[in-house]
């Protein structure tokens, strides 16, 4: 199961108590002060890792609390420290305050920690307070309480590309011919029910990560079919490949989906719909009236939108697209490296 949210509660444990206690020894008379100081709580750690692809496991587990501090002893022996805790994160999972929503931590690489849950500090012990004029302190102090916070857990997949378009698009048997991934591919309308991702080699080490998702319906953003929840999930893409099906068989009108489609992304997130997008038409295989395919490219043309047509089972297209994309992520890439261009993330 795919688990995007999750609330927890997280507490660094608390702090050992310093202890009051005096040395008593044979012939050592008025030993002074030996209470030794409480150890200091564990602390609970975030930690992005990539092996995590969901928030599942904290579904189930939502209380995270480290370890206390052990109480100091006698002989000026301090206590031990407790033992820190790492709950495990998928990349991309940003950490918001739950009560006030407040952002703040964003786990976007691997192995990136965050400290949520700072454990109490220990406690003196009355050896600590000895002084020239106050050599017998009859007092200690007693640990602190670890830091508590109600957190939200909100995972927002990083990929370079998003794949939209209407259910039955072929978005996942495009993902599965262009990378590795094995995501199921049927002909029914919303076959793919969560998010994935999919690994594209361009050769020479460069890769690059398509994010498959659900499909969108006319009312998405209202809830229809699976709703539009799964676009934030090609939020933090840097472009869009609008799937849109032009074989006849599916009895759809492609200028009619690729507008719906668009206006749903607009009714998300108008910054999003903003998106560079490039239109992929599919399934040229079993195109048989030209005319549909041709409708499309003339509203992509007049969207002023780059326009690619595609067979995924026979693989037309598909390498022209993958050059397509690869291209326009290095221009937009460079683009965001020109000072003047930069907009403020949100
Ligand atoms: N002829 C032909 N059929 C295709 C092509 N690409 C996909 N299909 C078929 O179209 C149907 C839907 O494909 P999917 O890849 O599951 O579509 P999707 O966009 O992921 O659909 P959802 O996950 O439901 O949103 C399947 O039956 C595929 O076999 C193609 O290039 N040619
Ligand atoms: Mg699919």
Redesign the pocket.
């Known amino acids: 199961m795919f688990i995007d949210r999750a609330k927890i509660r997280v507490k660094g444990g608390h702090g050992g108590n310093g202890i009051l206690a005096f040395r008593r020894e044979k012939f050592v008379p008025r030993g002074g002060p030996s209470g030794g100081d409480g150890g200091r709580g564990g602390d609970v750690w975030f930690e992005a890792d990539e092996s995590f692809n969901t928030l599942l496991h904290l579904r189930y587990n939502p209380e995270h609390i480290a370890e206390r501090g052990r109480h100091g002893e006698g002989s000026n022996c301090s206590g031990r420290d407790g033992a820190d805790i790492t709950v495990k994160v998928p990349v991309g999972t940003q950490i918001f305050d739950s009560s006030t929503g407040e952002f703040l931590f964003d786990l976007a690489v691997n192995g990136a920690r965050w400290l949520a849950g700072k454990g109490g500090r220990g406690g003196f012990g009355n050896a600590h307070f000895a002084t020239s004029t106050n050599r017998a302190p009859r007092y200690h102090q007693d640990g602190s309480e670890g830091e508590e916070r109600e957190l939200q857990l909100e995972l927002k997949l990083l990929a370079d590309v998003g794949l939209v378009?209407f259910?039955?698009?072929?978005?996942?048997?495009l993902i599965s011919t262009i990378s590795a991934a094995k995501p199921k591919?049927?002909?029914y309308?919303?076959?793919?029910l969560e998010p994935h991702l999919g690994v594209v080699d361009l050769g020479d080490f460069r890769t690059l990560v398509v994010a498959?998702i659900?499909?969108l319906i006319e009312g998405a953003h209202a809830g229809a079919g699976l709703g539009d929840r799964f676009l934030r999930h090609v939020e933090r893409t840097k472009l869009l490949l609008h799937?849109v099906d032009v074989?006849s068989i599916s009895g759809r009108d492609p200028v009619s989906d690729y507008l719906t489609v668009n206006r749903e992304l607009k009714a998300y997130n108008p910054e999003l719909a903003q998106r560079p997008q490039l239109v992929v038409a599919?399934?040229l295989?079993?195109l048989d009236e030209p005319e549909r395919l041709e409708s499309l490219r003339k509203q992509a043309e007049s969207d002023g939108v780059p326009f690619y047509a595609i067979?995924?089972?026979t693989t037309k297209g598909t390498k022209e697209l993958v050059a397509a994309m690869a291209k326009k992520l290095d221009e937009l890439n460079e683009e965001m490296k020109q000072p003047e261009t930069i907009t403020l993330a949100q």
């Open positions: 378009g259910p039955n698009a072929g978005k996942s048997t591919i049927a002909d309308p919303f076959t793919t498959d659900p499909g799937l074989s599919t399934k295989d079993a067979s995924s089972a």
